[in-house]
RNA sequence: GUGGGUGUAGCUCAGUUGGUUAGAGCGCCAGGUUGUGGUCCUGGAGGUCGAGGGUUCGAGACCCUCCACUCACCCCA
């Protein structure tokens, strides 16, 4: 058999791990500057568990077989619904509960650009409150991890699933069937264009006469500013008690997340509907400007009746969620984001056999320093050596010859400029140090 | 899952109507240069032509099946 990775997983060498590696950790440190800190669960649930909260489409998707002692089990879909199983499990955790968790999820879809069927997701999630200023954390924690990671150019896309009900009620379309195929329809208008839209509704959807279509039309196009377009949909949905509570609401987290961070990257969509079917209130999804082909790179949404269906009692909850694999791939394909293929920041040279004593007494040292260094793993040809710290992008390399051990000395070469010190290693860690990785 | 496209060296790709020993550029390794990488010169290694089967005197090329990648649909992080 050859060897190979299945279908739709992946390697990670070392430079895409190391860009990973570094938005993960920027990731982290903005949950938990907001005081949110880490839980993990299994991979694997109870397959009962996890049926009925993905849709039927989703519910196609999971990993699902009998284990070694016949128990019916599943990977993990996402990491909301583990989230659900987990305060049901302990019922002693500090209301509202904030909690992240970095882990990976399987979905067993068609792969495609930007999509696996292993992926990690950075999820953060506040439980026990239902209030716009839940609401509004997620959007600013969003903003905050992708200005963390750099990504200035993305539209976050709001949305609220009482405005998608008023318009279904208002429009006269039955709950259920014909409401999924209505939301999927208008997930597509941006995708398909208006003339084709209105031909596809026209066609599944009779019921919606001339003066519903202009009336739809005018909601979801409704687009500017947050704060205009929930004006628009005041006129628009207003009358419906559902669109009414949503407009107010949503009015409600943009205050919080204009005072908070930005409202510029904001779009108050009507169009976007999320398949997760576990959503109530809220619901958002980011696209990246460069490539909206990716899809959304950070969703979520609040899901107020998800938890009680574990925990017996109503807690009402709201999270956002990262997929950092489709945001590491999409950045590496526009090119913005550097990528090394070690840590290390400089190579000590081995001189010789019987100099190797001073190579490893220097790294030591370096090291001592918290200056990541690597050594020559043999008295090679000085040619190869430094090669080879070339090759690694190593950018600086240190060489303690005879003559420099004598003197107590090394040489510090800096790869970029080809210039060349001979110095202690107190001034030698003092000049990488200033040089510094480049890339932080 | 459905439909289309593409699979030739580590990478990007040539390879004529089926015809001898499958090529290039880049990269890699070695030497030119026994205390120093990047430029230059010389040499070298590296291919079950995605896999299996079929047609043929003869297949990288044609046919079938499978696998992988990719685009669209679908869905989503």
Redesign the pocket.
């Known amino acids: 058999m050859?060897p190979?990775?299945?279908?739709?997983f992946?390697d990670y060498l070392p430079e895409e791990m190391l860009a990973k590696d570094r938005m993960l950790d920027a990731v982290r440190s903005v949950f938990e500057s907001y005081g949110y800190p880490p839980v993990a669960t299994p991979a694997l649930e109870y397959a009962e568990l996890l049926l009925g909260k993905?849709?039927e489409?989703?519910e196609m998707?999971l990993y699902r077989f009998l284990d070694n002692g016949e128990r019916d089990v599943a990977m993990r879909y996402?990491l909301t619904v583990p989230l659900a199983r987990l305060i049901a499990s302990h019922g002693s955790l500090i209301m509202p509960f904030r909690r992240y968790q970095i882990a990976p999820v399987w979905?067993a879809?068609?792969?495609?650009?930007?999509?696996?069927?292993e992926?990690v997701?950075c999820d953060v999630d506040l439980v026990g409150v239902n209030d716009a200023s839940a609401d509004a954390e997620m959007l600013l924690i969003g903003q905050d991890v992708l200005r963390a990671l750099d990504v200035e150019k993305y539209r976050l896309r709001v949305n609220h699933r009482g405005i998608l009900r008023a318009m279904t009620r208002i429009l006269g379309i039955a709950d259920g069937a014909e409401e999924g195929a209505f939301l999927?329809l208008l997930?597509?208008l941006e995708?398909?264009g208006e003339e084709k839209f209105r031909g596809a509704l026209a066609k599944d959807f009779p019921q919606i006469d001339a003066a519903g279509t202009e009336r739809l039309l005018a909601i979801v196009s409704s687009g500017g500013a947050p704060a205009e377009t929930l004006a628009s949909l005041e006129v628009l949905l207003g009358s419906d008690p559902d669109g009414a509570l949503a407009i107010e609401r949503l009015r409600q987290t943009m205050e919080r997340v204009s005072a908070g961070g930005r409202l510029d990257t904001i779009v108050i969509d009507p169009s976007i509907?999320?398949?997760?079917s576990y959503y109530t209130g809220i619901i958002y999804?980011?696209f990246l400007e460069a490539l909206p082909?990716y899809?959304?790179?950070?969703?979520?949404g609040r899901y107020d009746g998800l938890v009680g269906m574990f925990a017996g009692r109503d807690l009402p909850a709201v999270g956002i969620?990262?997929?950092v694999?489709?945001?590491l791939s999409a950045l590496l394909e526009i090119g913005s984001f550097e990528s090394l293929s070690t840590p290390a920041e400089v190579l000590v040279v081995q001189?010789s056999e019987q100099g190797s004593a001073d190579a490893f007494r220097l790294a030591a040292q370096f090291r001592e320093a918290g200056v990541a260094t690597v050594i020559y793993p043999e008295a090679?040809?000085?040619?190869?050596?430094?090669?080879?710290?070339?090759?690694l992008g190593i950018p600086f390399?240190a060489?303690?010859?005879?003559?420099?051990a004598s003197r107590g000395t090394l040489?510090l070469?800096?790869?970029?400029?080809?210039e060349?010190v001979e110095v202690d290693v107190a001034a030698a860690v003092a000049r990488i140090r200033r040089a510094g990785r480049g890339t932080e």
């Open positions: 050859r190979q990775a299945l279908r739709g992946r993905y849709g489409e989703g998707l996402d979905r879809e068609k792969p495609a650009k930007g999509r696996f069927r992926f997701q999927r997930d597509k995708k398909i509907a999320r398949g997760l999804e980011t082909e899809g959304s790179v950070m969703s979520g969620s990262l997929g694999d489709r945001l001189f090679a040809k000085l040619k190869k050596q430094f090669q080879n710290a070339h090759n390399t060489v303690v010859g005879e003559s420099e040489q070469k800096h790869m970029a400029s080809g060349q």
